[in-house]
């Protein structure tokens, strides 16, 4: 019996009373084949091999593939097959409408690289979760690296799903349909932290990480907002997939 059967058998109901933050103590860092540092999954929790999905997400180059991007929004299916294949659990929300508000589909990631952390439950569409997941592996982690030289523990958000309006306008904002997230800051393996309204503007790597990610999530979702675009983004990145376009 493979090892991560036997974690599965002997230890599912041990696992169901596990913390988050127990969990996270089970991810460790792995040596790969060619001596890289890569990071695993703890073993009951397994990516596929990668191309086992119509939507690899672990490979870095779907990020510049403008066709499996926009499939991530147009197959569900495609979608939360390409999540599961990259070793993310989720679960799978149920529709929600609010007046104008809700959404149909959306999931909840539960385990992905690092701890998604945020005041309450972060329902997201699938596309938005995918993609939050691609940052994530081939963005956030290897500039946090690069830039700290330290994985990263946690990504803290605000939140997803809120039914609001765009400040100062009177359209609803891509939260109101659980396609946007607003991301606060992170946490690295050694307890640093870094945080958009501190550390944005910083001439040191943290300012550099941070801008590194934010100018990069331009390639992947289709609003990415910061503290340069206004006084109301001082303190997130907003990232979104409302389908409109902006970067700033
Ligand atoms: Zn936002």
Redesign the pocket.
Known sequence: MKKSHSLIALGAGVMIALSCGVLLANWRMAEAAGGEVRFARPDYAVARPAGSAAIDLQKYGVLGDVKRLAGLSKNLEACRDALAAAGVDFTIAPAEHDGACGYDEAVVVDASLSDWKAPDAMPMTCDLAAKMHLWERHVVIPAAEKYLGSPVKEIKAFGSFQCRRVAGHDRL?E?AFAK?A?IAGFVLEDGREISVLKDFRNKGAKGDFLREVHDRACGLFDVTLGPDYNADHANHF?LDVGGQYSCR
């Open positions: 904002s939260h946007a607003d907003h």
